[in-house]
């Protein structure tokens, strides 16, 4: 069966601080990974999307970046982070012939 | 533009007493229409595709309707452990993106 992990599960950095979160699937191949944010009291809001390796869409222009170096880990990354990054960020990933995603555990980000 | 909007915000049921939850969305060319369960501090957990008016899904206490404008998730005879956010979401068009847009969810309470 498939499992979806990420880490760190929580993770508090300082305003200017660099950012790197790690996003692995198991037991599938090739599939789409998708990184979202979920600000309190917002639906999800799609940031990023790879339907392979070192195949990178950006959804919002903002100081995040994400990069896939294996079929099946995505990494979302900051160089500076800003007060406004902070949220729950999700993994989720898809593969074909299905519709829908599913997501993994999350990350809590606070920026302090 | 595509928009999904849940009602209400926020349920409090007592134990055993049904109810539905609303999702009204607008959007072109529906491609799916998704049901998430969330508890707090969690990633979101998959419980339904539909995929046409018409179409009905159920699982144990929950199922899941759909029409041209909006889906329910009735809830019948709920249990404390039911208590959660449920989110719902749309697949609009095509192509590789797969992109969901979510509502910001119903935060269901049920109490003993």
């Known amino acids: 069966s498939q499992t979806i992990h990420q880490w760190p599960a929580t993770l508090v950095q300082p305003v200017g601080s660099p950012l790197s979160l790690e996003c692995t699937v198991e037991?599938?191949?090739?599939?789409?990974l998708y990184w979202y944010r979920q600000a309190a009291g917002r639906g999800l809001q799609l940031l990023f999307y790879?339907?392979?390796?070192?195949?990178i869409s950006s959804e919002v222009p903002q100081n995040l970046s994400a990069s896939r170096p294996q079929d099946r880990q995505f990494i979302l990354s900051s160089k500076k982070l800003l007060l406004s990054d902070s949220g729950f960020y999700l993994c989720?990933?898809?593969?074909?012939?299905?519709?829908?995603?599913?997501f993994g555990p999350g990350t809590r980000l606070t920026v302090t | 533009e595509d928009q999904v909007t849940q009602s209400p915000e926020a349920l409090r049921l007592q134990e055993g007493e049904s109810s539905s939850l609303n999702c009204s969305y607008t959007?072109?060319?529906?491609?799916?229409l998704f049901w998430y369960r969330q508890d707090p501090g969690k990633g979101p957990e998959f419980l339904f595709t539909?995929?046409?008016a018409g179409e009905e899904k159920e699982k144990e206490r929950l199922k899941a309707t759909l029409t041209k404008k909006e889906s329910f998730l009735h809830i019948t005879a709920p249990k404390p452990e039911d208590s959660a956010t449920y989110l719902c979401?749309?697949?609009?068009?095509?192509?590789?993106?797969?992109?969901?847009?979510f509502g910001t969810g119903t935060l269901l309470a049920v109490q003993p």
């Open positions: 959007v072109s060319g529906l491609r799916g």
């Open positions: 037991g599938t191949s090739n599939p789409n």
């Open positions: 989720a990933w898809r593969t074909g012939g299905t519709y829908e995603q599913y």
């Open positions: 790879s339907v392979g390796i070192g195949q």
């Open positions: 979401a749309v697949q609009a068009g095509g192509g590789a993106t797969n992109k969901l847009i």
């Open positions: 539909l995929y046409s």
